[in-house]
């Protein structure tokens, strides 16, 4: 047996939505969640200088919680430096998440599927690879927010938002073209989930919003061998911010996740 802990690495609070999902698959895990928020947004990030703050991150990670493994519930930071991080550090299993493209063509009935995302997912050619791959046959739109992962961020603090604001953020997910609509929007962005409600009441017309972080938390589970478990009792589960504090109503948050902020 071993209490080596799965780490989770978010730019900020977003990825609680996967862990949220790990917990439930993976009740005897300790979990260290990671929260770049002296980085957040991601997506103000020129790509090259991002790309080495992540991994100059992972160097002291991994070296201080010694994980199983590791859990990137962040679209962003994925589709740039997962493949880094798999060469940099090749001893420790990664679970990357990136825009749940795939499974969306598989399931749209008009052909039409959006893509919620960070401008920096958007305009990543991961990105636009996946749509070459698996949804060729269908029309993607790729929408880059600049401001709903700031805005979720606040909600799941309990800072009322502008319905109009949040409209006018999803309204360009929405396409009526050839007599067919919209019917899936995949949620490119951990934070997104957080809003989905008030996305289901602000939308035109009801689609299916594509949340991944059930599948992330099963793929990182299917990498832990069996043997590997840790005990039911272990230390606590943590969470660690890089800005070195946390204020109130986010250690408020925290502890409602069950993790006591380091």
């Known amino acids: 047996m071993t209490d080596r802990p799965v780490l989770m690495f978010d730019s900020g609070i977003g990825g609680l939505t996967v862990l949220r999902e790990a917990r439930v698959l993976m009740p ?19 790509e090259e200088a991002l790309r080495a703050r992540i991994v100059d991150l992972f160097g002291e990670l991994l070296e201080k919680h010694r994980p199983e493994i590791a859990v990137i519930p ?6 740039l430096v997962l493949s880094d991080l798999r060469a940099a550090f090749p001893g420790t299993p990664f679970v990357g998440t990136v825009p749940a493209i795939k499974p969306a063509a598989e399931r749209t009935r008009s052909g039409l599927v959006s893509v919620l995302a960070t401008p920096g997912t958007v305009k990543r050619a991961y990105t636009r690879d996946l749509i070459q791959s698996f949804a060729n046959a269908c029309h993607v739109r790729l929408v ?5 992962a700031r805005m979720a961020e606040a909600y799941i603090r309990g800072v009322l938002l502008d319905d109009e604001a ?15 609509r ?14 989905a409600n008030v996305f289901r009441r602000l939308a035109p017309w009801p689609v299916d919003w594509l949340d991944p972080a059930e599948a992330i938390a099963r793929r990182a589970l299917s990498l832990i061998p069996a043997a590997s478990k840790a005990e039911p009792e272990h230390d606590p589960d943590v969470a660690i911010f890089t ?12 502890q409602g996740f069950g993790l006591s902020v380091a």
């Open 166 to 180: 949040i409209r006018a953020e999803i309204e360009p997910c929405f396409v009526e073209q050839d007599g067919q």
């Open 28 to 46: 005897d895990r300790r979990f260290v969640y990671v929260a770049d928020d002296a980085g957040f947004p991601y997506g103000d990030w020129e």
């Open 144 to 148: 880059g927010s600049q401001n709903l």
């Open 182 to 195: 919209t019917d899936i929007v995949v949620l490119a962005c951990t934070h997104y989930p957080f809003l």
């Open 243 to 254: 800005s070195g504090g946390a204020d109130f109503l986010t250690r408020r948050l925290m």
């Open 74 to 79: 962040c679209n962003t930071a994925s589709t």
